[in-house]
């Protein structure tokens, strides 16, 4: 039986765009000393009065990554109006901000960091490597369970030939934490174990120009393997040590250990960590917020290839753009001149092949984009489709079309996308999207949003009417024969 017209051309889109990425993304064959005042000053008034548990409202904004299995924020809650937002440098209630923290790491001081309820529920000090003293080894050594390790990016355990403690597949630890091999400094201490062994023996895992020889194995220190792309990636205090101590200007190297209460040496939850923070005068964060950070100012996405591509729906300036901390792929299809353009109309899409070939709403989305004489479309290419079966994704794609379930984008395509905008050179977006709250989250992450509407993932964007349509016109954007 012959195929409708709409699946070919829908399928003739996706082989088109398969080839564009092919082109702009060549496949490669390579591999790829401070003084106790100053470690604890007196406790400071912003954190009174503290009722229930704070962290549940935290813990409330995560979903999971079913891909990777690490816990991912989301922050999209709304509506999808767009407001204006400093949020993404505002801490919850009772917690401080990243920068604020970071003031501390480099001037050699405890922070105390808390990851989510539903992933360990555990809060840890952390404190930059090269600022450790006998003093500050002391104090963690007191408040913590007293199992210290330092976390350490893979360039510099190599170096020091420190393997994984166990392969990663054998790995059964509840995090699946990255332990190496234990050491102790080879000389200049005595058994490994005082506070002052083991401050020394931190400070030269920290040294750049330590060698392997300068360890011996095994020992009281336990390195840990951060993984590349830290807290974005993986939402651990593993990453967040090493994030921490890289953005406040240290070597990337940072102790941690989890906070216990002494009175039963049970793990510490949020209203005890809040208390001890507020006791001993630390600086008190949530790993949500330093995600959210370094989604806002790292530099998270390179631009790797620029081509014209001509289309059913018009011509397009392609732009390929490859994910900083994962490798994952972006094409920006840009139509007309949008350098310092103002309120640019924008669609955001996630690769789904079956969704792409069955659906409208990509090929809507470009026919959308070009009518308007200018504009991006942003597709995410990412994985698609590579960890399901073709069966799961027929499902899915009925769920969605029945209205059944809603899609949900991961903040990381929203603070790359922001990033290839702002290299594109746009200033500010007309936003149109299928998922609830991306403009609010846009604009934490830098991008100046001057209206948005939210559509029914299968609506046809070339018959959007209506308040949207109106303020297209009033802006230029939307040509008569579309009002």
């Known amino acids: 039986m012959e195929r409708p017209v709409a699946l070919n051309c829908h399928t003739r889109f996706v082989g088109a765009l398969r080839h564009a990425s092919s082109v702009l993304h060549p496949r490669s064959s390579d591999a790829s000393t401070s003084a106790r005042s100053e470690a604890f000053p007196s406790a400071p008034n912003s954190l009174k009065g503290f009722r229930g548990n704070p962290h549940r409202q935290f813990a409330s904004s995560w979903s999971q990554n079913g891909r990777k299995n690490f816990l991912i924020p989301v922050w999209a809650t709304n509506n999808g109006d767009s407001t204006e937002s400093d949020t993404a440098e505002a801490a919850l209630p009772q917690f401080h901000t990243i920068p604020e923290a970071l003031e501390d790491i480099a ?86 174990i005082s506070a002052e062994d083991r401050s020394r023996t931190i400070k030269r895992l920290s040294d750049p120009r330590s060698f392997a020889s300068d360890f011996r194995r095994p020992g009281h220190i336990f390195p840990l393997r951060y993984q590349s792309g830290g807290t974005v990636v993986r939402a651990g205090h593993t990453e967040a040590a090493v994030d921490l101590s890289r953005l406040a200007g240290c070597h990337p190297a940072g102790v941690l250990c989890e906070i216990v209460n002494k009175e039963d040496g049970s793990m510490a939850r949020t209203p005890q960590l809040l208390e001890f923070a507020k006791r001993y005068g630390l600086k008190c964060i949530t790993i949500a917020d330093l995600i959210k950070y370094r989604l806002k100012h790292d530099t998270i996405v390179e631009k790797t290839g620029t081509m014209d591509v001509k289309t059913e729906f018009g011509k397009f300036e392609a732009c390929s753009y490859k994910s900083t901390f994962d490798g994952s792929e972006y094409i920006a299809f840009v139509a007309g001149d949008v350098k310092n353009g103002e309120s640019v109309p924008v669609h955001i899409h996630s690769a789904d092949y079956l969704n792409d070939a069955l659906s409208s709403e990509l090929a809507s989305a470009m026919r959308w984009v070009e009518r308007q004489d200018r504009g991006v479309v942003i597709y995410a290419v990412g994985n698609a489709s590579k960890s399901q079966s073709v069966l799961e994704g027929l499902q899915q794609l009925g769920e969605k079309m029945e209205g059944h379930t809603k899609k949900c984008e991961t903040p990381e ?43 029914s993932k299968f609506q046809v964007l070339e018959d959007l009417t209506g308040p949207a349509a109106a303020y297209l016109n009033g802006h230029g954007a939307l040509h008569s024969k579309l009002a």
């Open 413 to 455: 395509h929203h603070a790359v996308s922001v990033q290839i905008l702002h290299d594109i050179g746009v200033k500010s977006i007309f936003l149109l999207s299928n998922v609830p709250g991306v403009s609010t989250e846009m604009e934490n992450l830098g991008m100046q949003v001057q209206g948005s509407k939210v559509v």
């Open 107 to 192: 001037a050699g001081k405890f922070v105390v960091v808390l990851d989510d309820e539903d992933r360990e529920n555990e809060g840890d000090l952390i404190i930059a490597g090269d600022k450790i003293t006998t003093e500050s080894m002391a104090f963690m050594v007191e408040y913590t369970s007293g199992v210290i390790c330092i976390a350490m990016e893979g360039e510099d355990l190599d170096r020091l030939e420190l393997p994984l403690m166990v392969d990663s597949l054998d790995n059964k630890e509840a995090m699946r934490t990255a332990f190496t091999v234990t050491v102790d400094l080879a000389e200049g201490i005595t058994t490994g």
